[in-house]
């Protein structure tokens, strides 16, 4: 590694353009530049030592790409999962749940290095100065966070300008379409997604359609935690990537996001994530059978509001960690195999086996014969569930 006078600086780097011009311009302005990623799964072999290269011959004096797969997932995938996360019912927060580890990741290092300042990439526009910001200032408000592109409000060809300028004469031609990706999904931006009429076209997605028919998937879970692929026990991260793979052939799990942004403007953003949609459904599907109807109900209240904070950036808010226990609770009788189909384009729930399937033949079968009670007990009680409304509206007659 290489060491100076200069003021140390990590910066959250990604290999693109923005972060390019850091790394050259901050180098240049007194710093000594660790240009870290942090993959959450979007960083291959081939990326990892491209990204390396390219960060030492702009100026960085060390350069590492940090793996965050299992604490990305024990840190936040797990919850999700439990919480059945879909923000709008629509989407599996495969970016913002990103963002929220690569902060977490990074400012340790800073703080493991004895950085003096932080900097990352984003501009004054989006959610992701919100998501790195906050979490730098509130675990080490003692660094100083640079922001070179939303400072300068600088545009691409002014960035370009400069590097070119400095030597450096890559190809930086934009590519038609902005691709994140990531263990729990895939990102997808266009000009289709900067307006409200316009849906992505079939090239736009990274995941082609190459299978065709249709295929079994078996998914186990043990206590909310999926621990197994077509009877193949796997850790929680090659288990998600697993059903990716058996998946992402049929071009299932594509969807656009249209939400709110936490700088108060509406967004709106394609995304493919198969494995992340088959798991959530599954385990949606399983709990409906394996929990009360006030179990769902609570649930449903609490991974909403746990998803919807960590998009905004509150993932250290103590509250997160109040459900997260609430949730990881509600897990203790959610195990059994899920049956899925995949077809192309979609996937369709089967059925589910469990020990703990509440849906008990000793009760009754729904609507075709009560086994644990007679006709008169049934009528006494839709009598006595009557009550309430049958004293709202005698009272409203009497005031007629």
């Known amino acids: 590694m290489k060491t100076s006078n200069k003021i140390p600086l990590v910066l959250a780097y990604s290999g693109g353009l923005d972060t390019s011009y850091c790394i050259k311009k901050m180098s240049q302005e007194g710093y000594d530049v660790h240009a870290i990623a942090v993959n959450t799964g979007g960083f291959d072999a081939q990326t990892q030592d491209q990204i390396q ?8 004096v060390h350069v590492e790409v940090i793996d965050a797969l299992d604490r990305y997932y024990s840190r936040v995938i797990q919850y999700l999962i439990y919480g059945n996360v879909l923000k709008n019912n629509t989407y599996p927060l495969s970016v913002s749940a990103e963002r929220i580890v690569q902060a977490l990741e990074l400012i340790a290092y800073a703080q493991k290095v004895g950085a003096q300042a932080i900097a990352h990439g984003s501009t004054g526009a989006g959610n992701d100065q919100v998501r790195f910001d906050l979490i730098f ?6 660094i100083e966070i640079l ?18 300028s400095q030597g450096i004469d890559w190809s930086w031609e934009k590519a038609q379409y902005s691709i994140n990706a990531g263990l729990w999904g895939t990102s997808v931006g266009g000009s289709e997604t900067l307006s409200s009429h316009k849906s992505l076209p079939e090239e736009a997605y990274p995941s082609q359609l190459t299978k065709k028919g249709s295929e079994t998937l078996e998914l186990q879970f043990e206590k909310g935690e999926l621990k197994a692929v077509n009877g193949e026990l796997l850790s929680p ?17 594509r969807d656009i996001h249209v939400g709110d942004t936490i700088v108060g403007i509406k967004g709106r953003v394609g995304f493919e994530a198969a494995s992340a949609l088959i798991i959530i459904k599954a385990h949606h599907l399983l709990e409906k059978h394996t929990l009360s ?45 899920v049956y899925i189909q995949l077809h192309p384009y979609r996937f369709v729930l089967e059925g589910i086996r469990s020990e703990n399937d509440l849906m008990n033949p000793e009760f009754g079968a729904y609507g075709e014969e009560n086994a644990a009670w007679s006709a008169e007990e049934a009528k006494g009680f839709i009598k006595l569930l009557s009550v309430p409304n ?6 409203q007659k009497s005031k007629s």
Do not use: N
């Open 293 to 337: 109807k006030w179990q769902q109900f609570q649930k449903e209240q609490v991974g909403q509001l746990y998803g919807t904070l960590l998009h905004e950036g509150q993932y250290l808010d103590p509250v997160m960690r109040d459900m997260e226990a609430y949730l990881s609770q509600s897990q203790s009788q959610v195990s059994g195999t």
């Open 137 to 142: 200032q509130v675990l080490a408000p003692e």
């Open 237 to 253: 991260v090659a288990a998600i990537q697993k059903v990716q793979a058996l998946a992402g052939p049929y071009a299932i799990g």
């Open 390 to 395: 049958r004293i709202f509206q005698q009272v």
């Open 53 to 60: 290269k390219k960060a030492l011959e702009l100026g960085a």
């Open 147 to 164: 922001t070179p592109i939303r400072d300068q409000q600088l545009s691409r060809q002014e960035e370009v300008d400069y590097l070119i």
